[in-house]
């Protein structure tokens, strides 16, 4: 959308520009027609997206509730809620579990294990590849509520598969471990798209990169750090940032845990949930809320400034020097292509 | 067949019994689809020799030169280099450096970093390899561009980072795929100058594969052309320019295809050819029984068109096209039985289009092909000073 706009921005009136480069309109469709089509996505995104923030920000600024006299009459407080989740460890312990469930289950869970399997899948072919694909995809496409009713049943105390599987009768998996159970599920859950954006990023690779370091001898370390990884870091790191932000909002796991035992799950999302419905803390909750927004604002920030400090130390303007002549060209004259001519 | 038997049968006698560096004995490589890329290919390049592999795309030269570098394993047969069998060995293990078609630089690294990759790789220490780095790029003409990243260099640049860092660690054998191809013409030729001159230099053993035969002939000091996984001739530019082996080579050298014409021996012990008798090629000529089928073969640059007084046997016919090679005219004749028969003539040659023209083949360069081998024996006096070696018969399957 962004690149739309701004592509059609500098195209003058009569569409022909006076020198300079020419105008980057393949559609032909000039300013207006280029706005035209923006406008319902516009439309669209403020109506659903930068209104509702502003709304959010408005709630967090006020005491209101889901009953009682505030419910009816919201007054306006100010940055109460704020200081008040600051000094809130319900709502600082929510914080610190938010962020271990971010990096064990995105960072190293997701794209480790993404990137495993993208890596072993590399040159490999045949069934075995196939059923693993398939079986990770379908972690990836099925909905929600399907897998944390999967899950449930998997871990569940009583008749449970994996106690089944393990002979553990009775283990009480969702309660003693609470956090390892949705950082695993999420993993299970998520490992799909990072191990196929690996996938297309490994396919990226020029094949004479890998074999030059082969060639100088180099072990499957050496390969991985000093060209693989090289070579997808855009990747790796566009990945981070969207597993970072995904996980970091997911509200799955509280339909399996649902926040407990005694909050010992309750990530950011089912924390905020609890207190604006739960609680009826509606205020609260959207001053939550926004802190939460500007987390995801900060995270996002410092991948796009990695991203951007990658691309530029590759893309440095390069000087236009022309090649020096080799040494000893131009006294080759004749007709190089017929040595009979020339021996004759 | 020993080895040294082997060796001693395709010495070139113009360049003495240097001792073999890299030997390919029934070298076959099967994929697993059952292609069979090379096929029994029996091979030997001598120490500091520039040779290429030269044939059209998928004949299997750039498998070959994979596998010689180890990044494809044989399915049988062995490869030695410098001696030592390495057919089993990983690619990093075999003394050998390789310079791909993309040069394979890596974006990250500086120039210097580039070249120094190998060594650093082989646990080089690092004021050594920094130095080696710097030494061989100043030796290329690089030695301003070290703190450069790839992209910040021209192709020709790009090229001769490649070269340097394949020659800084002072490889057995250098390998080059498709060496010039990424350059534009102009670069190209240059470069082509430039390669020449640095392998004599280096005198290091250089197998190189490209599919332009220019290129092959003007590079190499023995060439191998391949068609299908097989060889099918092996020797010096001069040999297989002049007395290519078969109809295949004969085609696929010259920048202007040789004329393979159909002949038909006649009971006086001449040939007709395209309506004209001419004599059979060779001397002595070879044997020919009447009614044969044989293929006449003379190249464009060796058809002289023929004044109005010569009464020379010639072919004859219609000019249909003619085509400007700068210092020379490419004439295309329809002859009495709608052959096309190519001639190259001098700049300033009147032809026009509709003309009659004869064209005489030069003495001692046609050459006559029997079941697509060559018949013709070698004439005294039209080699290089030197007589000319017994033809490289390829052994196969």
């Known amino acids: 959308m962004a690149t739309t706009a701004s592509s059609a921005e500098p195209a003058p009136p009569d569409g022909t520009p006076p020198g300079g480069p020419p105008e980057q309109d393949a559609a032909g469709l000039g300013r207006r027609g280029a706005a035209l089509f923006v406008v319902p996505a516009l439309v669209l ?102 897998v944390a009713f999967l899950w449930i049943a998997f871990l569940d105390r009583d008749g449970g598969t994996l106690n089944a599987l393990l002979h553990t009768p009775g283990a009480a998996w969702l309660l003693d471990h609470p956090m390892l159970s949705i950082v695993v599920y999420n993993i299970w859950r998520g490992t799909a798209f990072s191990m196929m954006l690996y996938s297309a990023a490994l396919g990226n690779v020029p094949a004479s990169h890998l074999e030059t370091a082969r060639l100088a001898g180099a072990n499957g370390w050496q390969l991985l750090r000093d060209v693989v990884l090289p070579c997808v870091r855009g990747h790796v790191l566009t990945n981070l940032l969207l597993i970072s932000l995904w996980t970091f909002n997911d509200f799955t796991p509280f339909l399996i845990t649902a926040g407990g035992p005694d909050g010992a799950s309750e990530i950011l999302p089912v924390h905020i949930y609890k207190t604006a419905l739960g609680n009826g803390e509606l205020g609260y909750g959207a001053a939550l809320s926004f802190l939460m927004l500007l987390i995801n604002l900060v995270v996002a920030v410092i991948y796009l400034r990695l991203l951007g400090r990658g691309r530029r130390a590759r893309r440095r303007p390069a000087a236009d020097v022309p090649a020096p002549r080799g040494p000893g060209a131009g006294d080759a004259p004749g007709r190089p292509d017929d040595p009979g001519e020339a021996t004759a | 067949m020993t080895r040294a038997a082997h060796a001693a049968d395709t010495a070139h006698p113009a360049s003495p019994a240097r001792p073999a560096d890299l030997a390919l004995d029934r070298l076959t490589k099967v994929y697993p689809g059952g292609v069979r890329a090379l096929d029994g ?10 040779f290429a592999l030269l044939g059209p795309s998928g004949c299997g030269k750039s498998t070959l030169l994979r596998t010689i570098a180890g990044l494809e394993t044989a399915t049988s047969g062995t490869l030695h280099i410098g001696g030592r069998d390495v057919t089993a060995l990983p690619p990093g293990a075999r003394d050998i450096a390789m310079v791909f078609q993309d040069y394979a630089l890596f974006p990250h690294m500086t120039v210097e970093e580039n070249i120094a990759y190998p060594l650093k790789v082989r646990k080089t220490g690092r004021a050594e390899r920094t130095a080696r780095a710097r030494e061989t790029a100043a030796e290329l003409g690089l030695g301003h561009l070290t703190g450069r990243r790839p992209g910040q260099l021209s192709g020709g640049q790009q090229q001769r980072a490649a070269l340097a860092r394949a020659m800084a660690c002072r490889p057995r054998v250098f390998l080059f795929d498709e060496p ?38 003007a590079l190499a000091d023995r060439i191998a052309v391949m068609e299908t996984g097989r060889l099918r001739q092996v020797g010096t530019p001069a040999e297989i320019f002049r007395r290519p082996a078969g109809t295949f080579v004969a085609s696929f050298i010259g920048s202007t295809p040789m004329n393979l014409l159909d002949a038909r021996a006649t009971a006086h012990g001449t040939l007709r050819v395209c309506g004209a008798v001419l ?86 360069r046609a050459l006559l092909y029997r079941d697509d081998a060559l018949v013709t024996a070698p004439a005294a006096g039209t080699g290089n000073g030197t007589p000319e070696p017994a033809r490289h018969t390829p052994r196969e399957g």
Not at chain 2, 41 to 50: H, I, K, N
């Open chain 2, 180 to 217: 010039l191809s990424n350059l534009d013409a102009r670069m190209r030729l240059e470069a082509r100058t430039f390669l020449k001159k640095l392998q004599r230099e280096l005198g290091v053993t250089t197998v190189f594969v490209t599919h332009d035969q220019a290129e092959a002939l």
């Open chain 2, 41 to 50: 290919l029996e091979l030997t390049v001598r120490d500091g020799e520039f």
């Open chain 2, 279 to 364: 004599p059979v090629p060779g001397d002595p000529p070879p044997p020919v029984t009447d009614g044969e089928k044989l293929v006449y073969g003379i190249r464009p640059e060796y058809l002289d068109p023929a004044g109005d007084g010569d009464a020379r046997p010639a072919l004859e016919g219609t000019v249909e096209v003619v085509e400007s090679l700068g210092s020379a005219q490419l004439v295309t004749l329809a002859c009495a039985d709608g052959t096309g028969v190519q001639l190259v003539v001098d700049e300033d040659h009147e032809a026009r289009p509709g003309d009659r023209m004869r064209a005489v083949p030069r003495a001692g």
């Open chain 1, 45 to 146: 995104v403020a109506l659903f997206l930068v209104l509702p923030a502003v709304w959010t920000l408005y709630l967090g600024s006020t005491d209101y509730r889901l009953t009682g006299i505030p419910a009816v009459d919201p007054s306006f407080v100010g940055t109460d809620n704020l200081t008040r989740a600051l000094g809130d460890s319900g709502f600082l312990r929510s914080l610190w579990l938010t962020l271990l469930f971010v990096l064990g289950s995105a960072v190293i869970g997701q794209a480790g294990l993404g990137f495993a399997l993208a890596w072993w899948m590399r040159e490999r072919t045949g069934w075995l590849k196939t059923t693993l694909e398939a079986l990770v995809m379908l972690a990836w496409i099925l909905p929600s509520s399907v």
